[in-house]
């Protein structure tokens, strides 16, 4: 039982107050007292109690009238009742049930019995209580989630608009990316993280200047130096993000080759990340197949020979066959 609950005692006989009182005082509860129907009402809606212990037999508003008040208030609809009543015939009680009763004492009442009942409809209130706000704190962290990745997608849209030459690539190698890490074995939480950090393995080069980025020509090495620094980029812009760190490999290995011959930290080998691994492929698969303005995009069977003829140098040789398998092509 919690110290917390709290119950409204409503009878309008003060001695039916204070008899419950004295059965309740020292038990853990916080008291409150209603003598009428319309004042239960009102120390219900500012106080939502655990539990209501309320006298039928009352002049004016009587309890059935309370009871179907309460259940009619969306705030105050599932406030467990007990109807304490000297009524001890199948009509009274089946009013009761049909306005709304949890519970039903009949005076005089056995002490024992009514803590018994009292504790254990606060304690099943405080459960219902509890699962009703783990359900909303969770539907909070989905919607969060939501939330998140859309800004993500937003961050993906606006740099398709800045550069109309790679427009919908994004969202073509994570759709890839996914299928073939689903093939590899890789499934959720990492599987979304994966999903996040394809459509973001390009963000690093909102920090390349447009004079680079969008040069129609072939950059110098110079410039070829700078536009190597956008993985980089990618990771100090996202490794504060505590929910975009386990998305960071691929937006900061994708440029790293099997060889050790890629950028920006020459790694070899299984020190690439899968998931990179995995990534590379489908992103040069995607580059080659789409048109630019320099070239038309390659025949599916002339990309198909290229990447087999980069196992072991660009890519992971195991990274090709899965990528060649889940294409329908032979690895």
Known sequence: ????????????????????????????????????????????????????????????????EVCERLRADPYLAEVPVIMVTALDDANSRLRGIEVGADDFITKPFNRAELRARVKTITRLNRYHSLLNERAALQQAHADL???????????????????????????????????????????????????????????GKLGIPDAILLKPGKLTEEEWVIMRRHPQYAYDMLAPIPFLRPALDIPFCHHEKWDGSGYPRGLVGEEIPLSARLFAVTDVWDALRSDRPYRAGWPIEKVVDYIRGQAGTHFDPKAVEVFLRAMGFDA
């Open 145 to 203: 989630l939501l939330s998140y990745d859309a800004t993500i997608e937003g961050w993906v849209y606006a740099l398709d608009l800045r550069d109309k030459e790679t427009e919908g690539h994004s969202l073509r190698v994570t759709e890839m990316t996914v299928r073939l890490a689903h093939a590899a074995g890789i499934v959720d939480p990492e599987l979304t993280h994966v999903r996040r950090g394809a459509l973001l393995h390009d963000v």
């Open 1 to 64: 039982m919690s110290p917390m609950s709290t119950v409204l005692i409503v009878d309008d006989n003060i001695m039916g107050r204070e008899t419950l009182e004295d059965l309740l005082e020292g038990q853990g509860y916080t008291l409150a007292f209603a003598a009428d129907g319309p004042e239960a009402l009102r120390q219900a809606t500012a106080l939502t109690p655990d539990v209501i212990l309320l006298d039928v037999m009352m002049p004016g508003m009587d309890g059935f």
